[in-house]
């Protein structure tokens, strides 16, 4: 697949393009009502459609049904990042209104950091085509684990990026509208904003450990693995709004997420005696989270509605006192 320099250049001017729209579509603080969350997502996902439309004329059927395979692997495994997105302003009880500008930072994260792993991806692909296999039985056993592990609640009292950073930066513990630090006495100490910002970054570079080896499993091209990924992490803030005070009702979720990495694992375990079409791939893909969205929408049909956190949860401020504690 020849892919021409501007081609690249193009499709990082409207990355760059979409994330300044968005970014001045909230440039003040405001609490992100459901119906904006499903205005924008229909916009992104629109986009990663479409764009997979332009893959298809340019280079045909086979490699846009690669791109979507990417795209559908990629936005499947990001709803398991919204859990813990939920997780984390939870604990820290992040007010509603500053939660978009942590996520657009922590997206734009994300972009850089996947393309540095997916180069170096490729570069082990090209030098030790055996990597495939290593990804393939990786994917099985994190599939097996997140199966067997999925009704265990993280920990964020345990989480060691956490501990090093209420031991090394000096942390305030009120928030300061959104910004990341402040000056107090004289000296620059970090809001419980910029304590919430990294760990949304470590738990992306995280989820990208599974997500990345996964999309290499349906495709090896660099062009197709990259814009996947980008188009679907761009969607990631307005599906975090869209299904946050639904996510306690997606109850087998990981296991169809589990799922999905069992079977691009073994997909890339089956590289030398079957190749799985490409048609196949999508089908599995889109029916086990199909199957897992539904039956857990089933499942919890009566279950009370859950609201978002709103700055007043006890042990969300519970946990950024504590990290202000530990720094005197």
Do not use: C
């Not at 764009?51 to 049904?65: L, T």
């Not at 509603?96 to 657009?104: D, G, K, P, S």
């Not at 992490?233 to 975090?240: E, N």
């Not at 978002?308 to 504590?322: L, M, Q, R, V, Y």
Request: no cysteine; charged share 15%.
């Amino acid at each position: 697949m020849d892919v021409p320099l501007w081609a690249w250049t193009a499709v990082l001017v409207v990355i760059l393009a979409m994330l300044a729209v968005d970014l001045v579509a909230h440039r003040t603080a405001h609490v992100v009502s459901v119906r904006e969350a499903a205005t924008w997502s229909a916009i992104w996902v629109s986009l990663g459609l479409a764009f997979g439309g332009v893959i298809w004329w340019a280079y045909g059927a086979q490699r846009a049904g690669e791109y979507y395979a990417g795209y559908l692997i990629e936005k499947s495994l990001a709803v398991d990042n919204v859990f813990v997105f939920a997780l984390i302003f939870s604990y820290f009880a992040v007010p509603r209104e500053y939660q978009h500008r942590v996520l657009f930072y922590g997206v734009l994260g994300a972009l850089i950091f996947r393309a540095i792993f997916i180069s170096g991806g490729v570069i082990l692909i090209e030098q030790f085509a055996w990597v495939l296999y290593v990804f393939g039985a990786f994917l099985v056993l994190t599939g097996w684990r997140m199966f067997t592990h999925r009704n265990e609640e993280m920990d964020l009292t345990r989480n060691p990026v956490l501990r090093l950073l209420r031991r090394w930066v000096p942390t305030s513990s009120e928030y300061h509208g959104q910004k990341f630090w402040v000056k107090k006495a004289g000296t620059w100490v970090a809001t419980p904003l910029f304590v919430v910002l990294v760990l949304v970054e470590v738990t992306d570079i995280v989820f990208a450990v599974d997500s990345i080896p996964a999309i290499f499993a349906v495709t090896q091209e660099p062009f197709l693995v990259y814009t996947s990924n980008a188009f679907a992490i761009l969607g990631l803030r307005a599906m975090y709004f869209l299904l946050a005070d639904l996510i306690h009702r997606f109850i087998y979720l990981k296991a169809g997420l589990a799922a999905i990495l069992v079977f691009v694992g073994v997909k890339m375990l089956l590289l030398d005696v079957w190749k799985v079409p490409i048609w196949l791939s999508l089908t599995v893909i889109a029916t086990s989270i199909s199957v897992a969205v539904v039956l857990s929408l089933r499942a919890t049909r009566h279950a009370p509605a859950q609201h978002g956190d709103d700055g007043a949860d006890t042990g969300g401020s519970d946990g950024a006192e504590d990290s202000t504690t530990a720094d005197r």
